[in-house]
């Protein structure tokens, strides 16, 4: 008997940004060298950026790693008619597209800790998203100053396979 569950969907940049424009949602990335920027604003108004991701591809033990630096929503986001979610599933797909294009195996990224609070949603939104928790970054041993200055900050060090993660969202992108 035939199966009749979907076989898995890895969606290609033009699928990622095509589902994004299909949601009113114009998702740019730019690069220079290693680093990027992907930043989106709804389909016909430049002017307002509604969020913003910025990393870099380095090279490391075992293959390239795509280094997420920060991921940022706008106020403007909260006259979505969609999730922060959604906004950040899409700029993460690109993101995460980006490093797959360019042979990462793994992408690494911490859930800053400004506030105990906003911190605890972090963590949530980056699993929810696929990622799960390396290491707490709390400036307690000698190997989390390393950590500090690679990241600027105390936190949740997350990582994911990229592979996982566009399986996982493959779905949310299928023509």
Same mark, same amino acid.
């Not at 009749?4 to 969606?11: D, H, K, N, W």
């Not at 696929?130 to 100053?145: A, N, P, Q, T, W």
């Not at 990582?159 to 023509?175: H, N, S, T, V, Y």
């Given at each position: 008997?035939?199966?009749?569950?979907?076989?898995?969907?890895?969606?290609?940049?033009?699928?990622?940004?095509?589902?994004?424009?299909?949601?009113?949602?114009?998702?740019?990335?730019?690069?220079?060298?290693?680093?990027?920027?992907?930043?989106?604003? *709804?389909?016909?108004? #430049?002017? @307002? /950026? $509604?969020? !913003?991701?910025?990393?870099?591809?380095?090279?490391?033990? %075992?293959?390239? +790693?795509?280094?997420?630096?920060?991921? *940022?929503?706008?106020? #403007?986001? @909260? /006259? $979505?008619? !969609?999730?922060?979610?959604?906004?950040?599933?899409?700029? %993460?797909?690109? +993101?995460?597209?980006?490093?797959?294009?360019?042979?990462?195996?793994?992408?690494?990224?911490l859930?800053?800790?400004?506030?105990?609070?906003?911190?605890?949603?972090?963590?949530?939104?980056?699993?929810?998203m696929?990622?799960?928790?390396?290491?707490?970054?709390?400036?307690?041993?000698?190997?989390?100053?390393a950590?500090?200055?690679?990241?600027?900050?105390?936190?949740?060090?997350?990582?994911?396979?990229?592979?996982?993660?566009?399986?996982?969202?493959?779905?949310?992108?299928?023509?």
């Open positions: 008997m035939a199966s009749t569950s979907a076989s898995p969907f890895i969606p290609s940049m033009a699928e990622i940004l095509a589902a994004s424009s299909s949601q009113g949602l114009h998702v740019h990335l730019s690069t220079v060298g290693p680093f990027f920027r992907v930043r989106a604003h *709804r389909s016909g108004d #430049a002017s @307002l /950026e $509604l969020g !913003r991701a910025e990393g870099v591809i380095r090279p490391w033990i %075992g293959g390239k +790693v795509l280094h997420l630096d920060s991921m *940022r929503m706008s106020r #403007a986001t @909260l /006259e $979505l008619d !969609r999730s922060i979610f959604g906004l950040g599933l899409f700029l %993460g797909a690109v +993101v995460i597209r980006h490093g797959y294009d360019q042979g990462c195996a793994r992408a690494e990224l859930a800053i800790n400004d506030t105990p609070l906003y911190h605890s949603k972090l963590v949530r939104f980056y699993k929810r696929g990622f799960r928790i390396k290491h707490e970054v709390d400036g307690s041993s000698m190997g989390d100053l950590h500090m200055l690679v990241w600027g900050g105390r936190g949740t060090k997350m990582e994911a396979q990229i592979d996982d993660l566009l399986l996982k969202w493959g779905k949310k992108f299928k023509p």
